[in-house]
């Protein structure tokens, strides 16, 4: 209920307003975004690439109906590759990044956001990494894995995206986990109906479970995107036949950080998903609507000090 209602407010523009003004904010922010700048980015990367953490950089941004806004976050994304590369963090695919179609166009015409998109993998690729497409509201989810689809024909290794709590993910594992397919499974993180989505948590846990029981017997190169400790652990237990680094774990930054270690120094390939850039507020309302003490942290932040 709680969640529900953290994302139908996050879809306020008082609510957006009177949150993204608010001084403090800010600092709540830093524990779930590296900071604004690209300088940010890069030292947060070489940070956890020293702990043997490896990296998926997003630029904070979504929902753009301006072609122009969808530009800059090109440019944006080609300025990241080009300092990672520079700075040696993107090699073997060490750090890569996460893209959000509808910041590169995807409301105004999707074949702009292809091409925004192509863009980016070419950047990527020459940095000898990979871009993996996030997943937004299932409104996008045809048109993001036809996007996909086309990116895949010139760059093979790029990721997708699938949502556990949509009823449909099953089948799309089955679509995507043949050999060079890179899919990251989450449970999603929008407000989505019944119609198409499982509402309860049980039921979207044991959608996971079989989603991830798909990718694992696959051919493909599953990422298990999950900060739940039973899932963290089933998925070691659906890994075993397979060795380790053709597989990985994924965690967002700022969550479950000791958890992250522990799995990195068993060996395990662990990938943190690190969100820069000025435009955080969709970014954190989803963190917030994830757990209410996240909710209790950031009102108290706010009462206390503005
Ligand atoms: P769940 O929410 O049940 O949390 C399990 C435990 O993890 C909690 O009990 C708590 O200990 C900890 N935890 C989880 N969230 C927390 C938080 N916000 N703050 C503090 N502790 C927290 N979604 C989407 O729709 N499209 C996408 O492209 C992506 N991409 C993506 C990448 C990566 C790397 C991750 C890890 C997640 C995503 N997600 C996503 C988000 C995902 O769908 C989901 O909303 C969150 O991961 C929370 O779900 P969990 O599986 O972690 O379980």
Known sequence: MLRQAILAAARNDTVKRVVAAAPLSRNVVRRFVSGEAV???????ASLQSTGLTVSLDHL???TLDAGQAEATVQAYLLLLDRLHEAGLTGGGRTEVSVKLTAVGQAIDEGLARD???TICRAAHAAGTTVTLDMEDHTTTDSTLRVLAELRQEFPETGAVLQAYL???EDDCRALSGAGSRVRLCKGAYREPAEVAFQS???VDRAYVRCLRVLMQGEGYPMVASHDPRLVAIAGRLAEHRSQGSYEYQ????IRTLEQQRLADAGETVRVYVPYGDEWYGYLMRRLAERPANLVFFLRALATRS
């Not at 300088?39 to 990367?45: G, Q």
Request: proline residues 4%; hydrophobic residues 30%; charged residues 35%.
């Open 39 to 45: 300088d940010d980015a890069v030292r947060t990367t």
């Open 61 to 63: 941004g979504e929902d």
């Open 116 to 118: 925004n998109a192509r």
């Open 167 to 169: 009823h449909r993910t």
């Open 201 to 203: 948590p049980a039921e």
């Open 251 to 254: 965690m967002l930054f700022g």
